[in-house]
DNA sequence: CAAGACACGTGATTC
DNA sequence: TGAATCACGTGTCTT
């Protein structure tokens, strides 16, 4: 983000044309006649019309709004670099968009946005596959159950009646938070079975922060229910 | 995308406030007093000053001029349309961003790419763990998995957006037909297990009705997630 | 030149 | 009110 400075030759040399918006000096494009009123391009009829008078307090009132006017459009250059901040990173992103214009590469974005959702429902469908063992062992303790060497943890999420979870803050911060303390806790145990130079083969899955949101949303038109069916032949 | 009607009250209502652009008349902002030259905001000084005399051939020029710019800004407007209408259908995507502002938009938009694409990279990961041992056989059939003589079925019951999922009679009998028709299964497979007089043990595990239920019933206010870490110690 | 993409400052609107 | 967002028409630069 460079810094701008405020000037009129904000495009880096003087503004040649200065007639802008609908608003046109009668010395600039009229009849050459000095005229105390403006010419005002009427778009419906295509011609040049005499522009309605404006009545303003004179004196004080126009500092306050050249201050203010400076202040709107450098707000507007704030915001309008939030956003072009955050498309440079899309384009980063996305494969093969470096140059692209905004159109194409937000429709890209959404491309990729539904490919990955795809991918992930798919990935989803093979998890949780048990590992095979002759030995059998059911421990059932508080709420964890440990099966053939096999261990299963369900986490039940209660909604705080304090929040609004239609709130996206709230929603994104529980999934967040939820992510974060799984991650951390799968870390730990990963690297504990590093330190331990065991070969053991390992098994982490866990739904993702986005994944987990999309089900919080999503939540109120869907039913995600899993069923569970496990037996021995 | 509605119709434009190119007109000078584009905002709906004639515009009050004339000035636009750097270019202001006299009447507007000045003395008051009539004059052929125009004032400019020279924001370097944040002052009004004169405006440089503009040259320009006059007559045949100016309609050209109009009608440019007439289709400079028509095409203009399509463009932002075209971006809009992403923007939209991104909001549409994303889940809880039905109404963000554009930039908030783009930053979660972010989040979700990233959130899907590692997602996407551990489940690739993890799909090929079960298959390195060789006393381990997996077998894909439609949608049923076998491995190593466990299977697994996950049902996803989605809601007939026909049905009103709040009609308390409607979640019961959709939790009664779901624990009806596991059951059912449960109890052929019980009962062939029984006539084969084989002596494995099995493990049958499902939802009761009522716990289904209750699930369907408590969903406007409570969040029901189950995530599961299985790891082989 | 035309046609398109961008950044700009602005008016309106909302909170 | 003041701050923030958006759509608008425009100037400039690039195909």
């Known amino acids: 983000m460079e810094a ?3 000037s009129s030759d904000i ?3 003087a503004p040649e044309n200065i007639f802008n918006g609908f608003l046109v000096n009668h010395t600039v494009l009229g009849s050459g006649i000095p005229s105390s009123s403006s010419l005002v391009l009427d778009s419906e ?3 040049l019309v005499e522009a309605p008078a404006k009545l303003e307090r004179k004196g004080v009132s126009t500092e306050r709004s050249i201050a203010a006017l400076k202040n709107h459009s450098e707000a507007e250059r704030r915001r309008r670099a939030r956003v ?8 980063s992103v996305i494969p093969g968009a470096k ?5 194409s590469l937000l429709a890209e974005v ?10 992930a429902a798919q990935a989803c469908e093979g998890l949780m596959i048990p590992n095979d063992s002759d030995e059998i062992r059911v421990e059932e303790q508080e709420e964890i159950a440990t099966l053939g060497g096999w261990m299963k943890n369900v986490f039940v ?3 705080c009646k304090q929040q609004n979870i239609e709130d996206a803050e709230y929603r994104q911060l529980l999934a967040g938070s939820v992510h974060q303390a799984l991650r951390s806790v799968l870390d730990r145990f990963s690297t504990s079975q590093d330190l331990l130079g ?3 083969r390992r098994r982490i899955s866990i739904f993702s922060s986005s994944s987990l949101e999309d089900f919080l949303h999503a939540w109120w038109t869907t039913i995600f229910c899993c069923v569970e069916l496990i037996w021995q032949t």
């Open 45 to 47: 009829r295509g011609e």
């Open 110 to 119: 959404i491309r990729h946005l539904k490919d990955l959702k795809r991918n």
């Open 11 to 13: 495009h880096g040399n």
């Open 157 to 159: 999420i209660i909604s």
């Open 198 to 200: 065991t070969r053991k």
């Open 99 to 103: 140059k692209m214009d905004k159109a």
């Open 84 to 91: 072009n901040s955050h498309l440079d990173t899309l384009r």
């Open 4 to 6: 701008f400075n405020w």
